[in-house]
C-alpha cells in the first residue's frame, strides 16, 4: 500500500528540517506501506523551500509542491489531489509541519487503518492525549468550547477532535468530500471535511495525541473569525440535516417498502398463490428493501458493513416483527373495547405506533452510533 503523509508549510523554515527528519525516520519503522512525504507549501517567503529542497536531496522519498497562498485548506485540497493523482496514494496522512504533532504517534494511526478504521485522527480531549500546559487561558478556553460546539452540535459527539491536523485516511473518503468541502477554509476546512467523510459512511478512529506548542515561528490564527465561522458551520449542516431529515428519508423508504409488499402479494395471488403466503413474502421483500435503503440512504452516515450486517438484519427482522405485532394489537384491542366496525381507525393507531417504534429502533438501536 502506498501512502502519502502530506505536510502543509507556510513559513517554517525553522520546522521543517527537525520535522522531516523524525517523520522520516518513523515511516521506517512502519511495515506494510512505502511512504512519500509530501510539503506543500505556499511559496513561503522565509525560505522554507530550499530547506525542503536540500533535504530532498538525500531523501528521494520526500517531495514538494509549491503553490500560491490560499490557506491551509485549499493547500490540503491541492496536496491530497496530488497525492492521489500523481504519487497514486491508498492512504493519505496529514500532520502540522510545526513540530505540534509528534511523528512517534504515526505508527498508531497507521495500526488502526490496518483494522478497519476509514479515517483516524489524533485526538486532544481522549485520555492520554492533551493540549499544551503553556497555552493561555483564552487559547485553552477556545480550543475546548470550539470543539465542544462542534461535537454536540453536529451530534457526532463520539469523535473527540475535530479541529486537529493530524489525521490519515483511506484515500476514498477525500474523493467522496472533495466536492463538498472545496468552499472552506482553515479549521472549518478539517471540520468539514471530517463531518462529510463521517456522513459518507466512514468509521472513525482515534488516536490520543499530545499536541505541544510550536517553538519557532508565528501562529496563524485569529480566534474570533475562528468562533464565527466555526458556528456557521455547525448551525448551517444542523439546518441542511433538518431540511433533509433522517426522518424524511424513513418515510420514503417506508413507502418504497410498502408498494413492493403490495405488487409482491398481488402479483402471487394473480398466479394462484395463497395471499397468506403472498403476504408474508411480499413483507420479507419490503423488509430487505427497507434494511438496505435505510443502511445506504437514510442513516449511511452510521452505515453497517461487513459481517455484522447479518445480525442487524436479524435486529431488523425482529422490529418489523414488533411493528406487526404492535400494529395486530391495536386492532385487537381496540375492536375487543369498540367493536369490529372501528378497526379502521384503529389500524391507522397501530400503524402511527409502529412507525414511532420502527423509528426509534432504527435510530436508536439498530443504527445507533456504531
Ligand atoms: N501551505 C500552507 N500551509 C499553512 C497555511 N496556514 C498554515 N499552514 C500550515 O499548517 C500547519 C498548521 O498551522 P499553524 O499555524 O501551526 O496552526 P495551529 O497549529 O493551529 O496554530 P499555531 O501552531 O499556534 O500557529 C502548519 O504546518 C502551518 O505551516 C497556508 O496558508 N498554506
Ligand atoms: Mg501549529
Not at 517554517?12 to 509530501?38: A, Q, S
Not at 468562533?227 to 423508504?253: C, D, E, P, W
Not at 366496525?341 to 445507533?368: A, D, E, H, Q
Request: charged share 20%; glycine share 10%; with cysteine.
Amino acid at each position: 500500500m502506498k501512502a502519502v503523509i502530506i505536510l502543509p508549510t507556510y513559513n517554517e523554515r525553522e520546522n521543517i528540517k527537525t520535522m522531516l527528519t523524525k517523520l522520516v525516520d518513523v515511516t521506517r519503522t512502519i511495515k506494510g506501506y512505502t511512504f512519500t512525504v509530501l510539503v506543500v507549501d505556499d511559496t513561503s517567503p522565509d525560505g522554507t523551500q530550499n530547506e525542503v529542497r536540500d533535504f530532498a536531496k538525500t531523501h528521494p522519498n520526500v517531495t514538494m509542491l509549491s503553490g500560491k497562498k490560499e490557506g491551509l485548506g485549499k493547500a490540503l485540497l491541492r496536496g491530497m489531489t496530488y497525492a492521489i493523482e500523481e504519487l497514486d496514494a491508498d492512504i493519505i496522512g496529514q500532520m502540522d509541519a510545526d513540530l505540534s504533532h509528534d511523528p512517534s504517534s504515526l505508527p498508531e494511526f497507521f495500526k488502526k487503518i490496518s483494522s478497519g478504521a476509514d479515517f483516524v485522527v489524533g485526538s486532544r480531549y481522549i485520555p492520554g492525549g492533551s493540549i499544551p500546559e503553556n497555552w493561555g487561558i483564552h487559547r485553552k478556553i477556545f480550543s475546548v468550547v470550539g470543539n465542544s460546539i462542534v461535537r454536540y452540535g453536529l451530534g457526532f459527539s463520539r469523535v473527540h477532535d475535530w479541529t486537529g491536523g493530524y489525521r490519515v485516511l483511506k484515500k476514498k473518503y477525500f474523493e467522496l468530500v472533495k466536492q463538498k468541502v472545496s468552499k472552506y477554509s482553515g479549521y472549518v476546512y478539517q471540520i468539514a471535511f471530517l463531518h462529510n467523510a463521517i456522513l459518507a459512511g466512514a468509521t472513525v478512529g482515534e488516536v490520543p495525541i499530545k499536541f505541544t506548542d510550536r517553538r519557532f515561528g508565528r501562529s496563524k490564527i485569529a480566534p474570533l473569525q475562528y468562533i464565527r465561522n466555526v458556528l456557521l458551520y455547525v448551525i448551517t449542516a444542523r439546518m441542511r440535516q433538518l431540511r433533509h431529515g433522517s426522518f424524511a428519508k424513513f418515510a420514503v423508504v417506508g413507502t418504497v417498502g410498502f408498494i413492493i409488499n403490495t405488487t409482491i402479494l398481488e402479483l402471487l395471488v394473480k398466479n394462484g398463490v395463497h395471499p397468506v403466503f403472498g403476504s408474508a413474502l411480499g413483507a420479507e421483500c419490503a423488509i430487505i428493501s427497507n434494511f438496505f435503503l435505510n443502511n445506504n440512504w437514510t442513516f449511511r452516515g452510521k452505515r453497517i458493513q461487513g459481517f455484522k450486517v447479518i445480525p442487524k438484519f436479524v435486529q431488523f427482522n425482529a422490529t418489523s416483527l414488533g411493528a406487526l405485532l404492535i400494529q395486530s394489537g391495536t386492532v385487537a384491542i381496540g375492536t375487543l373495547f369498540f367493536g369490529e366496525s372501528v378497526y379502521r381507525w384503529f389500524y391507522i393507531l397501530g400503524v402511527g405506533i409502529g412507525l414511532i417504534w420502527n423509528y426509534t429502533m432504527y435510530s436508536k438501536v439498530i443504527w445507533k452510533n456504531n
